[in-house]
């Protein structure tokens, strides 16, 4: 036990004298969640539109007022001309072009067709499908008052009317969609970072040499290593829970305990794997690649960014090993659905194996005879 | 005497190259025994084999009465390990380097602080200083001090001299045979032969084989050749017409003098003419002892005839 201590005050004390360590532990990751929830934003504002109003009539500047109104658009043209506009939209001035063909309000008063066209930058494809459908519904909205009213049709008329209600995320804000997710990135980050590069930087500076030749046994050595930086990542986790709380209004419905005490265990699943690369790797260039490989594979198809359903099967197949997947799923569900033990009992029994699996296989390959 | 150190016919290759072979050594209790021979010799995978930290491809070695394969854990608590690269903690200060490593060896400073007493009252004054701020000679006191504060029973010192400068090296070797007087059983490796003396005994490695193992004066008393120290102002000169007398067996040259050898007795009139015919006049010639240099490199070459 004492043994453990000295090893623990050692890296403390290492961790401490290092002057850029402090902020990097601790002042980039609350400055990352505090900018990057700002900035990684699924909702669609301020729409560049342009139209191209080819009718100039009463009832397509009535149209045209409705989208000037919404809140998720500028208009910023409207012109009885398309030409200019598409150029615009090359240069990328414009996002969005709605085309109102001439005849528009004829058609519409005869009760025949009158077609519209929506022309949407498609380079980003989630957001274009997001935008057609905000015009969409727009033109929606329109055409079903203008049967109302100027073509007398009965309310009734409209047989199926959409009632739609967004749960868990009434406001649709997605900060606390986001929010949760960015804070398991940064602490899985810090974690693995840290203790992927801690036993290959004693071998390069040769100090494991003088290690492994004192009694001391592998599980304290693993335990020495492995404590500073659960207790590191755990306080960045709860500053960041903190921070989630009071400065983004996350609600928290479940129990914030599980949460803290399921954070626990996964930290023990991230330095384990830390440590697992330290020990194959001879450099800490080596260990510092290695570990961005997998950061970088488990984000993107961690479904902090695009849900893991729409994903293709064999990505579904590779999320089966993806911890970080595993704690954003375990986190949403628990913070934002209330999700109680009974709900969310087989991710932590993933979670709790992993960190097994890990910390085996790190313990396992740290050999100290060589 | 005890034998306390026991090397039974060890080999070891990385891959294709054959580090050491065959080798094996027996070391008394409370001896100061030293692995001479150059760079490559194969003495710090020796060193690394007795540490316990590396395992050898065949043949056993025995140290402190534990095997250094089975009880290598109970054998750990008993040793002192040096390696030839510092490697402590240069972010952590002199202070904190040896209480971490009293404490993981479950002693403490003040316990043991007898046995370091004499070196590390040297770098004391400067204890708050970072180890990796040290200079070469303070670095390598630091490093003794870490190795010997758990009460070893054997000290292994891989080249613990190398890369520090003249004045601190003997103060070093000073130290070693006070600690040699406290029952302590030093091994040593360096690849400087002015060194080799101080030692009890001497191993000396080249090529991952021993040469030969015996007292320094014996190793020395070897050399079975008459050696005539040369110099001249042209040196390098010097050494290549003293190589074209047909009775050279040898002529290397040893800080100011060149060390001539020969099977037979050589008249020194005789090489002096020879000189002259050569061109060279200002050649001054007198009759040396041979050192531990001379007896290496006559092994050496006997060794490469073989």
């Known amino acids: 036990m004492k043994t453990i201590l000295y090893l623990i005050q050692k890296e403390f004390l290492q961790i401490f004298r290092d002057k850029m360590m402090l902020p990097i532990i601790f002042a980039i990751p609350i400055m990352q969640l505090l900018v990057l929830s700002y900035t990684a934003t699924f909702e669609i504002k301020q729409i560049e539109l342009g139209i191209a109003d080819m009718d100039q009539s009463v009832t397509s500047a009535d149209l045209i007022s409705r989208f000037k109104a919404s809140p998720f658009y500028i208009v910023s043209v409207i012109k009885p001309n398309y030409q200019t506009l598409e150029e615009q939209m090359?240069?990328?001035?414009?996002?969005?072009?709605?085309?109102?063909?001439?005849?528009?309000?004829?058609?519409?008063?005869k009760g025949s067709e009158a077609p519209i066209q929506i022309i949407t930058d498609a380079i980003n494809g989630s957001a274009a499908s997001l935008m057609s459908a905000y015009s969409m519904k727009i033109i929606g909205n329109y055409n079903k008052d203008f049967l109302v009213k100027e073509m007398m049709m009965p309310k009734e008329y409209i047989n199926i009317q959409t009632e739609v209600s967004f749960w868990y995320n009434p406001d649709l804000n997605y900060k606390t969609f986001m929010v949760p997710g960015i804070l398991v990135l940064l602490v899985t980050v810090i974690g693995l970072f840290l203790s992927a590069l801690n036993i290959v930087k004693e071998k390069e500076i040769g100090t494991i040499e003088q290690l492994n030749v004192t009694p001391i046994k592998k599980y304290q050595f693993i335990i020495g290593k492995l404590l500073p930086f659960w207790l590191i990542a755990m306080v960045d986790f709860i500053i960041g829970l903190l921070l989630a709380r009071f400065v983004f209004m996350v609600p928290m419905l479940g129990s914030v305990t599980m949460v803290i005490l399921v954070a626990g265990v996964y930290l023990i699943l991230v330095l384990g794997m830390g440590l697992f690369i330290s020990t194959i790797s001879d450099t800490q260039k080596q260990s510092m690649f290695i570990s961005w490989f997998f950061v970088m594979i488990f984000i993107l198809l961690s479904g902090l960014f695009t849900p893991v359903e729409n994903m293709p099967v064999w990505a579904l197949?590779?999320?089966?090993?993806?911890?970080?997947?595993?704690?954003?799923?375990?986190?949403?569900l628990v913070l934002l659905k209330g999700s109680t033990l009974a709900h969310v009992y087989h991710l932590i029994l993933v979670i709790a194996i992993y960190a097994v699996v890990m910390i085996g296989l790190a313990t396992w390959?740290?050999?100290k005879v060589a | 005497m005890e034998t306390i150190i026991q090397i039974n016919q060890v080999y070891k290759s990385y891959e294709e190259i054959r580090a050491i072979s065959d080798i094996s050594v027996d070391i008394q209790s409370a001896e100061l025994f030293g692995f001479?021979?150059?760079?490559?010799?194969?003495?710090?995978t020796?060193?690394?084999?007795?540490?316990?930290?590396l395992l050898p491809d065949s043949g056993e070695v025995q140290m402190a009465h534990l095997d250094t394969i089975k009880d290598y854990k109970k054998l750990r608590t008993k040793l002192g390990y040096m390696p030839g690269r510092f490697s402590l903690y240069?972010?952590?200060?002199?202070?904190?380097n040896l209480n971490f490593f009293a404490g993981i060896f479950k002693t403490s400073v003040s316990k043991n602080y007898h046995l370091i007493k004499d070196i590390y009252q040297q770098i004391e004054p400067f204890k708050k200083r970072k180890a990796g701020d040290l200079s070469g000679g303070m670095k390598q006191k630091l490093a003794l001090s870490c190795a010997l504060i758990h009460k070893p029973e054997i000290l292994l010192l891989d080249e613990p001299t190398t890369g520090v400068d003249a004045v601190s090296r003997m103060e070093f070797w000073e130290m070693l045979h006070k600690l040699k007087t406290q029952g302590i059983t030093i091994v040593v490796s360096t690849p400087y032969?002015?060194?080799?003396?101080?030692?009890?005994?001497?191993?000396l490695m080249q090529k991952g084989k021993i040469m030969g193992v015996d007292k320094p004066q014996k190793i020395v008393d070897l050399f079975s050749k008459h050696l005539i120290g040369v110099k001249a102002k042209n040196m390098y000169g010097l050494v290549n017409k003293l190589r074209e007398y047909p009775l050279c067996h040898s002529a290397y040259l040893f800080g100011e003098w060149i060390h001539f050898s020969s099977e037979q007795e050589v008249v020194k009139n005789k090489l002096q003419e020879f000189l002259r015919s050569k061109g060279i006049y200002d050649a001054q010639m007198q009759n040396i002892q041979p050192n531990m240099e001379d007896s290496f490199i006559d092994l050496m070459t006997q060794n490469i005839i073989e």
């Open chain 2, 90 to 96: 240069q972010d952590l200060t002199v202070e904190e």
């Open chain 2, 36 to 44: 001479i021979g150059p760079d490559g010799a194969g003495k710090s």
């Open chain 1, 90 to 109: 090359q240069k990328g001035e414009l996002e969005q072009i709605i085309y109102i063909p001439t005849h528009f309000e004829q058609d519409l008063y």
């Open chain 2, 193 to 203: 032969m002015d060194e080799a003396s101080l030692c009890d005994r001497v191993a």
């Open chain 2, 46 to 53: 020796l060193f690394r084999i007795m540490a316990t930290l």
């Open chain 1, 317 to 332: 197949w590779l999320n089966i090993v993806n911890p970080i997947a595993y704690f954003i799923e375990f986190m949403r």
């Open chain 1, 365 to 367: 390959r740290y050999r």
